[in-house]
C-alpha cells in the first residue's frame, strides 16, 4: 500500500512462504523486482528511489520483462511460513504510480522441469 510524505511515496511489500513449517519448502535465492514508470523515452528517469528497509536492496537494474528500470531486493532464504517485509520509498512523476507488473522469483527449489517460479505482484497507487 503507498503512503504520501511531501513528494515522496512510501510503498510496502511483504513477502511470505505459505508453507507448511516441517512440511513446506525453504524458497532459497529470492528475488523480488519493482519495476518502475517509465517515460515516452525508455531511458527517461521518472522515478527516483529514495530510501528503502528490510535489507536486501540490491539498487536499480534493468527488467527484462517489462523494459523499464526496476528496483531489486534479494532475500538469501524463506523458510516455511516466514515473512520480509521492505518499503520503498520514490519521488518524481512516477512515484504514486503504483508498481502495478512486479515479480518474485526464487532459483531453489527447482520445478519439475528444470526451469525457477515466478509469481507476480502489484501495489496499488499511492494515496
Known amino acids: 500500500m503507498g503512503r504520501i510524505s511531501k513528494s515522496n511515496v512510501t510503498y ?3 513477502v511470505s512462504n505459505t508453507g507448511r513449517p ?3 519448502l525453504t524458497a532459497e535465492y529470492v528475488t523480488v523486482t519493482l519495476p518502475l ?4 523515452d525508455p531511458e527517461e528517469v521518472t522515478t527516483i528511489v529514495e530510501a528503502t528497509t528490510g ?3 540490491t539498487g536499480i537494474h534493468r527488467d527484462p520483462i517489462t523494459n523499464t ?5 534479494e532475500v538469501p532464504k524463506l523458510g516455511p511460513q516466514e515473512k ?3 518499503t520503498i ?6 512515484a504514486n504510480s503504483g508498481i502495478p507488473r512486479g515479480t518474485v522469483k526464487w532459483e531453489r527449489p527447482r520445478l519439475g522441469s528444470g526451469g525457477t517460479d515466478l ?4 501495489t496499488p497507487l499511492g494515496r
Do not use: M, P, Q
Open 12 to 14: 510496502t511489500i511483504t
Open 22 to 24: 516441517g512440511k513446506g
Open 37 to 40: 514508470l517509465r517515460g515516452r
Open 55 to 57: 535489507g536486501g536492496y
Open 69 to 73: 528500470n526496476a528496483a531489486e531486493f
Open 84 to 86: 520480509r517485509t521492505f
Open 89 to 94: 520509498t520514490l519521488s518524481g512523476i512516477g
Open 119 to 122: 509469481i507476480a505482484i502489484s
